[in-house]
Nanobody, 121 residues
C-alpha cells in the first residue's frame, strides 16, 4: 500500500510563514511528478505547485514569488514553503502524486489526507 502523509499545517498570522511536508511510504519504485493542491471552503480544489523528479517547478499565479516547492528524492518527501501568507491562502492543502510506480510495476495516483492552513489575525 502506498500512502502520502502531510504535516505542518496550522494557524498563522497574515505575513507569516509555514512549511508543509508530504512523505510517501510503501512499496514504491519511483515517483515522478508531485503536486500540492488546495481547497478553500466552498471552492474547488486548485493546483498550487508542481515539481518533477528532476526538480523543475511550476506555480499558480496566485502564489508565485511567495511559495516554494522542493523535494528530497532520498526521503521521498515533498515540501511547500509558504511565505508572506494572506488570508486568502486559507485552505486544506493536499499532496498528490499522479504517477507512482510501485515495486510490482503498477502505476497509482495517490492523494494525502490534507492539512489545514488558516491565515488569520
Amino acid at each position: 500500500q502506498v500512502q502520502l502523509l502531510e504535516s505542518g499545517g496550522g494557524l498563522v498570522q497574515p505575513g507569516g510563514s509555514l512549511r508543509l511536508s508530504c512523505a510517501a511510504s510503501g512499496s514504491i519504485l519511483r515517483i515522478n511528478v508531485m503536486n500540492w493542491y488546495r481547497q478553500a471552503p466552498g471552492k474547488e480544489r486548485d493546483l498550487v505547485a508542481t515539481i518533477t523528479s528532476g526538480g523543475s517547478t511550476n506555480y499558480a499565479d496566485s502564489v508565485k514569488g511567495r511559495f516554494t516547492i522542493s523535494r528530497d528524492n532520498i526521503k521521498r518527501t515533498v515540501y511547500l514553503q509558504m511565505n508572506s501568507l494572506k488570508p486568502e491562502d486559507t485552505a486544506v492543502y493536499y499532496c498528490n502524486a499522479p504517477g507512482i510506480t510501485t515495486l510490482s510495476k503498477t502505476t497509482l495516483e495517490v492523494w494525502g489526507q490534507g492539512t489545514l492552513v488558516t491565515v488569520s489575525s
